[in-house]
């Protein structure tokens, strides 16, 4: 079992829908990044949380520590989000990243 | 936001040959920094972690000889791809950690693809 586990593993929605995505770990971690990759493969790192919630433009990232569960959410979503989303936790004590194996996003116009 | 580049974007080689890809943190100094590896449709795998001015951790089943990592300073680090075979042809990203105060965190570079001939 992945000690990051994203759902879902693939996720196709009409443009301006609400699109969730969700990570759960079974690790206590100091951190918890959400990665964005475009087809081209480049990473953009969208949101680094340790606790609560985070908000920038239409994306919206929250965490709950206790039950080790973080949300990423696309208000009015749009074709250019189309892309892989990936979570990654820092274990305590641990400067490397444990990845998830990313959610694919297909925005359809 | 912090910044890190890496050079090339991509690049063609023949086998046999080295390539050295450079990874920069451009407004902040990076104390360390990950190099990661990615098959087509695979997550990121972590090569190595390099700390500025010392030998860098190789994770287990990488080879050190073949892929020679340096980090001269605080800004830059290097992989070299020694006697690239078509195997190792995959997208190379590089990670930085650093920045101040609340931005201090993990920052990613936009990779670098490698086509081993």
């Known amino acids: 079992k992945n000690e990051v586990e994203q759902s879902p593993q693939n996720l196709t929605a009409q443009e301006g829908e609400f699109i969730t995505i969700n990570c759960s770990y079974s690790?206590?971690?100091?951190?918890l990044h959400w990665l964005q990759q475009h087809p081209g493969g480049g990473i953009v790192s969208l949101f680094m949380l340790s606790s609560g919630k985070k908000k920038h433009g239409r994306l919206i990232a929250t965490i709950n520590i206790q039950e080790k569960h973080s949300s990423l959410h696309i208000t009015a979503s749009h074709p250019r989000d189309s892309a892989v989303y990936i979570c990654?936790?820092?274990?305590?004590?641990?400067?490397?990243?444990?990845f998830g194996t990313g959610t694919r996003l297909t925005i359809i116009p | 936001g912090a910044v890190v580049s890496q050079h090339p974007s991509w690049v063609i080689c023949k086998s046999g040959t080295s390539v050295k890809i450079e990874c920069r943190s451009l407004?902040?100094?990076?104390?360390?920094m990950f190099w990661y590896r990615q098959f087509p449709k695979q997550s990121l795998m972590l090569m190595a972690t390099?700390?500025?001015?010392?030998?860098?951790?190789?994770e287990q089943g990488v080879e050190k000889d073949k892929f020679l990592i340096n980090h001269a300073s605080l800004t830059l680090s290097t992989l070299t791809v020694t006697s690239a075979h078509p195997e190792d042809s995959s997208f190379y990203i590089c990670s930085a950690i650093g920045g101040a105060g609340e931005h201090y965190e993990q920052y990613f570079g936009p990779g670098t693809r490698l086509t081993v001939t």
């Open positions: 390099s700390n500025e001015g010392s030998k860098a951790t190789y």
């Open positions: 990654a936790v820092r274990p305590f004590g641990n400067e490397k990243l444990t």
């Open positions: 407004d902040f100094q990076a104390t360390t």
């Open positions: 690790v206590g971690i100091s951190a």
